[in-house]
């Protein structure tokens, strides 16, 4: 069953020669209308913000955008002939046996992803221990471990989740198909990047030789509003110039809904404000990280006549001169 | 497996950070000598928990590792210091990644 091809430009809404800067704001529209706690059907609304978190996950890294761009329709038959990708794409057995096809379902992220840009074609499909050498004969050996990712939203973070997961293999060489169902708990405070095993799960052993593991890393969705460095999170606070000269105070969002952050006044652009316990729980005693809120000083494009006149005078008066070192 | 899907309470896996897996354990869930594994310790490949007793036990992540390592070595041919390498880079490649990522926002 050939995997689908998925138009990540056409899930996003934007067009192929979209900037950056385009391709993250379109994200960020789509990922406030979609998110699970203010989507109405909030069912539909999962599935819809998973995907859209995929298409980022692709065209907001400039690398993995870059090889999706140079795939096409024919990707499939492109990404074959082209071979292991720079670096360490080396996927598959070497003795050369065809992979057993597995499916995913239910981790947020699609084949199509996993197969171009998951842990599994990173690493190479499969790992099996016991010895492969090419030449000998396998009397028995343990069977391949499986490598996946799954997506997990910052609010599944916070909460902890339990994510029904149905892993589907086709043997290449009978066709036949195979399905294990299972659960997997997402402890609150879980790091990006841990791996969850799930055990004999895996490929299944050679010649009576146990089976394969299966490993799912877990990976934080973008959020629209958050970025996340450990346990912190960053939201980028955008004020007008005013408000950080003279101090302010501003509702922002949370983790736990909105906030009350006080900004002191002659707040730096860039310079940060700590509200702390609002980041992402961490450690065993319900510990939390911290938010801290990125001021971005942004400039009136438009100034009437008035407001003109003013900011003249406040130029004539203020001793303020930010290149006075140079 | 003769239980249908729906008869059978779904097993529930959980991350367990905590899990750590004596040598001897080791051994038996890689299949690796535990005299190679001591190779691979010793040449930084792999980190393990040292106990005071000078016991050794591997959390998930060095079990994944010691899996990847053999097969690296026994699969690919890939010597020790060529193994060593590609780890680093690995790493190195990781770090770079997340720090991009928190950076792009």
Known sequence: MPTQFKDYYAILGV???ASEEDVKKAFRKLARQYHPDVA????????????INEAYEVLGDPANRQKYDRLGMDWDKTAAAAGPGPGYGFGGDSNGEPDVEFHFDGTGFSDFFEELFGRRSRYGSSFRSGGARTGTQERTARGYDIEGDILVTLEEVMRGAIRPISLQRVDPRTGETTTQTFKVRIPPGVQDGRMIRVPAHGGEGVGGGSPGDLYLRVHYAAHPYFRVSGADLYYDLDLAPWEAVLGTTVSVPSLDGRLNGKI????????????????LPQGPKAERGDLYLVVNVRIPKKVTDQERRLWEELRSVSSFDPRKED | MGESPENQALRIFEPDPDAVYSIEFTERLTQIPRRTIA???????????VEQGGGMFFDEEAIRMLRRIEQLRTSYGVNLPGIKMIVQLLDELEQRQIELRFRRG
Do not use: M, Q, T, W
């Not at chain 1, 109405?40 to 995907?51: T, W």
């Open chain 1, 15 to 17: 067009p192929r020669n």
């Open chain 1, 40 to 51: 109405k059907d909030k069912k539909a609304a999962e599935e819809k913000f998973k995907e």
């Open chain 1, 264 to 279: 002191p006044a002659g707040i730096d652009n860039g310079e940060k404000v700590r509200i702390r316990g609002r980041g």
């Open chain 2, 39 to 49: 190779v691979y310790v010793k040449h930084r490949l792999v980190s393990p928990l």
